[in-house]
């Protein structure tokens, strides 16, 4: 399980800062996500607010292909912002993933 949540944070990180994940993730590292991204293993989303939510979104659609969105919320902890999206995986498995977007929210 660690070394998922290891990849999803490099993953996350080029997302945030590509117009497109790069290299591509595999088969093999897809198969491997995990059902649940806690926000304390939050992935790091950054640039302006409309940005960061296009990353979340170009990250989810890369590593949880095919999945369908069910509901996205935003949540403070401590000086921390998240938004936490919850989705249904291909699979039809429940799922969830907090992203981390103290440095975006609310930037224009």
Do not use: N
């Amino acid at each position: 399980m660690r070394a998922a949540v290891t990849l999803v944070l490099a993953f996350g990180a080029a997302a945030a800062c590509a117009p497109s994940i790069s290299p591509k993730p595999t088969p093999a590292v897809i198969a491997s996500m995990p059902d649940t991204i806690s926000c304390e293993h939050a992935v790091k989303a950054t640039g302006d607010d409309r940005g960061a939510v296009q990353a979340e979104y170009r990250w989810l659609d890369a590593l949880y292909p095919h999945h369908s969105r069910v509901s996205q919320r935003t949540h403070a902890s401590g000086r921390r912002w998240y938004d936490i999206l919850t989705f249904t995986r291909a699979d039809g498995r429940s799922a969830l993933v907090c992203f981390d977007i103290t440095d975006s929210y609310g930037r224009p």
